[in-house]
């Protein structure tokens, strides 16, 4: 040992709890900062990823924006601690993440779940088979892929104990170095991705959660919770939540074809809308001419909508339900934010006081009517005011400045001028065109284009500027947590 490096010294305390006759266990690396920006510590994630977690990234970069006591209710979901690791050293880095992933396998060296290896052989017939199937894309090199191979073993056994029917729930992998066409079928990005399939089809929403086999088997469990509720009354129609997107079915049977399509497209957007279904005799007033989906908007005086398409037809029930359950405008929060992310696309964003319902209409409208051939190259969010104190800072804006619109193309942010001139037709596409042809990107660096000039004035000074940096771009994957495979270009 080098001379003048202690050894790490470890105190470890093991204490088990049964649930259901299963044993819980997982670790914990305990910091002796008491930064509450970092919450209880973690070592590449497992299974405590307070630092690696979007939002306690983003508030380590934004101290004194964002309350203490918010980072502290940020990190308590991954505070659930059954075994505590105390280490001390002064040693490099990489011997500590050794010792981490030692520490794991060591934990979990009884596990030995059934993981279906998947290739180009079996992945479409074993994913189409599984009602949920989770899939952990990983690369043997990868150390944060070796932390969670035992974790991952354990947690398909504690599901194979709960859901025996094996076409109910499978964990399954890929190995993406052996299987490189299967990857980028997936567009795998980083290591390891938890990819999670029903019936065949990927879920747009990964498992980004803790790495523990707590709480990988209870999302499990969430994703086997019927998502649609049946109503014994038509009276309970006066009752649904008109803040959030339903669709509603009315069936004469549980047991058809048309219930079976609507029960896939509910398994599919359980994120996105609220399901409701009503059968026999209480559906009957509302099944004119056979059975019958209809879609309410969110908002008291809005409209319903009826599904007009052949119920069996789950491509058309499902784009039909997705068009209306995944909005135009998205909400960003510390929640999605590494999804939005990670989609690599630049954001168009509002930002406004929650109760501003008057100024958030108006931008998805003008989105609606201005942009909406540019869906796909762009994402359109909005931003509580609050919230997001720290990316309106950036730009020289505060929550009294709202509503604020704004560019982040993950390398700098652009404010959209004045925002009462968002009515103007053409102005907000022609910000957004100004951002793919580089012009925002220009005019901050070396002032207006000759060609935005007023006459008779010229300026051989070049006019020199610091454009804000992005800020939704410390919500992206962490290399704390992944190990990221290649970097976007960035406008």
Same mark, same amino acid.
């Given at each position: 040992?080098?001379?003048?490096?202690?050894?790490?010294?470890?105190?470890?305390?093991?204490?088990?709890?049964?649930?259901?006759?299963?044993?819980?266990?997982?670790?914990?690396?305990?910091?002796?900062?008491?930064?509450?920006?970092?919450? #209880?510590?973690?070592?590449?994630?497992?299974?405590?990823?307070?630092?690696?977690?979007?939002?306690?990234?983003?508030?380590?970069?934004?101290?004194?924006?964002?309350?203490?006591?918010?980072?502290?209710?940020?990190?308590?979901?991954?505070?659930?601690?059954?075994?505590?690791?105390?280490?001390?050293?002064?040693?490099?880095?990489?011997?500590?993440?050794?010792?981490?992933?030692?520490?794991?396998?060591?934990?979990?060296?009884?596990?030995?779940?059934?993981?279906?290896?998947?290739?180009?052989?079996?992945?479409?017939?074993?994913?189409?088979?599984?009602?949920?199937?989770?899939?952990?894309?990983?690369?043997?090199?990868?150390?944060?892929?070796?932390?969670?191979?035992?974790?991952?073993?354990?947690? !398909?056994?504690?599901?194979?104990?709960?859901?025996?029917?094996?076409?109910?729930?499978?964990?399954?992998?890929?190995?993406?170095?052996?299987?490189?066409?299967?990857?980028?079928?997936?567009?795998?990005?980083?290591?390891?991705?938890?990819?999670?399939?029903?019936?065949?089809?990927?879920?747009?929403?990964?498992?980004?959660?803790?790495? #523990?086999?707590?709480?990988?088997?209870?999302?499990?469990?969430?994703?086997?919770?019927?998502?649609?509720? &049946?109503?014994? #009354?038509?009276?309970?129609?006066?009752?649904?939540?008109?803040?959030?997107?339903?669709?509603?079915?009315?069936?004469?049977?549980?047991?058809?074809?048309?219930?079976?399509?609507?029960?896939?497209?509910?398994?599919?957007?359980?994120?996105?809308?609220?399901?409701?279904?009503?059968?026999?005799?209480?559906?009957?007033?509302?099944?004119?001419?056979?059975?019958?989906?209809?879609?309410?908007?969110?908002?008291?005086?809005?409209?319903?909508?009826?599904y007009l398409g052949?119920?069996?037809?789950?491509?058309?029930?499902?784009?039909?339900?997705?068009?209306?359950?995944?909005?135009?405008?998205?909400?960003?929060?510390?929640?999605?934010?590494?999804?939005?992310?990670?989609?690599?696309?630049?954001?168009?964003?509002?930002?406004?006081?929650? &109760?501003?319902?008057?100024?958030?209409?108006?931008?998805?409208?003008?989105?609606?009517?201005?942009?909406?051939?540019?869906?796909?190259?762009?994402?359109?969010?909005?931003a509580d005011c609050?919230?997001?104190?720290?990316?309106?800072?950036?730009?020289?804006?505060?929550?009294?400045?709202?509503?604020?619109?704004?560019?982040?193309?993950?390398?700098?942010?652009?404010?959209?001028?004045?925002?009462?001139?968002?009515?103007?037709?053409?102005?907000?596409?022609?910000?957004?065109?100004?951002?793919?042809?580089?012009?925002?990107?220009?005019?901050?660096?070396?002032?207006?284009?000759?060609?935005?000039?007023?006459?008779?004035?010229?300026?051989?000074?070049?006019?020199?500027?610091?454009?804000?940096?992005? !800020?939704?771009?410390?919500?992206?994957?962490?290399?704390?947590?992944?190990?990221i495979l290649r970097?976007?270009?960035?406008?």
């Amino acid at each position: 040992m080098t001379p003048g490096m202690r050894a790490p010294q470890m105190q470890l305390g093991i204490r088990s709890s049964n649930t259901n006759n299963r044993s819980r266990r997982g670790f914990a690396v305990n910091h002796s900062s008491r930064d509450p920006f970092r919450g #209880s510590g973690s070592v590449g994630g497992f299974p405590v990823e307070a630092v690696g977690s979007p939002a306690v990234r983003f508030l380590e970069s934004n101290r004194g924006v964002v309350s203490s006591a918010w980072a502290n209710s940020a990190t308590s979901q991954h505070r659930e601690l059954c075994c505590t690791m105390k280490l001390t050293s002064t040693a490099a880095a990489p011997d500590l993440h050794h010792l981490a992933v030692l520490l794991v396998t060591s934990l979990y060296t009884s596990a030995r779940g059934e993981i279906t290896s998947l290739d180009s052989g079996n992945i479409d017939d074993t994913l189409n088979n599984a009602g949920v199937a989770l899939v952990n894309f990983y690369a043997d090199w990868c150390r944060f892929s070796q932390m969670l191979h035992p974790i991952f073993e354990e947690a !398909s056994n504690v599901a194979r104990e709960e859901y025996p029917d094996q076409t109910q729930v499978v964990f399954a992998r890929v190995d993406c170095d052996q299987h490189s066409d299967i990857a980028q079928r997936y567009r795998i990005s980083k290591y390891p991705t938890l990819k999670l399939f029903r019936n065949g089809m990927m879920m747009k929403r990964e498992y980004r959660g803790q790495r #523990s086999v707590t709480a990988i088997a209870d999302f499990i469990r969430q994703q086997k919770v019927d998502p649609i509720k &049946e109503m014994l #009354s038509l009276e309970e129609l006066g009752s649904v939540d008109r803040s959030k997107r339903t669709i509603i079915g009315f069936f004469d049977q549980k047991e058809s074809e048309n219930y079976r399509t609507f029960e896939k497209v509910a398994n599919i957007l359980r994120d996105d809308c609220v399901f409701l279904a009503a059968f026999g005799e209480v559906s009957k007033p509302e099944r004119f001419s056979g059975d019958n989906v209809i879609y309410k908007p969110p908002g008291e005086s809005v409209p319903d909508m009826v599904y007009l398409g052949t119920l069996t037809n789950f491509d058309l029930a499902y784009a039909w339900s997705q068009d209306k359950c995944v909005p135009l405008v998205r909400e960003i929060t510390f929640e999605n934010g590494e999804e939005l992310t990670e989609e690599g696309i630049p954001f168009l964003i509002l930002f406004h006081l929650k &109760e501003d319902a008057e100024s958030l209409e108006k931008f998805q409208h003008e989105v609606a009517r201005q942009l909406i051939s540019e869906k796909g190259s762009i994402n359109f969010l909005h931003a509580d005011c609050d919230k997001f104190r720290h990316p309106l800072l950036h730009i020289q804006k505060t929550p009294a400045d709202c509503p604020v619109i704004a560019i982040d193309s993950f390398r700098h942010m652009y404010v959209f001028p004045e925002f009462n001139d968002l009515t103007v037709p053409g102005k907000l596409r022609q910000f957004v065109l100004d951002l793919h042809s580089g012009k925002l990107h220009r005019v901050f660096h070396h002032g207006p284009d000759p060609t935005d000039s007023t006459p008779g004035q010229e300026d051989d000074s070049e006019v020199a500027s610091s454009p804000p940096e992005s !800020s939704f771009q410390k919500l992206a994957p962490s290399e704390t947590r992944y190990t990221i495979l290649r970097d976007r270009d960035e406008l």
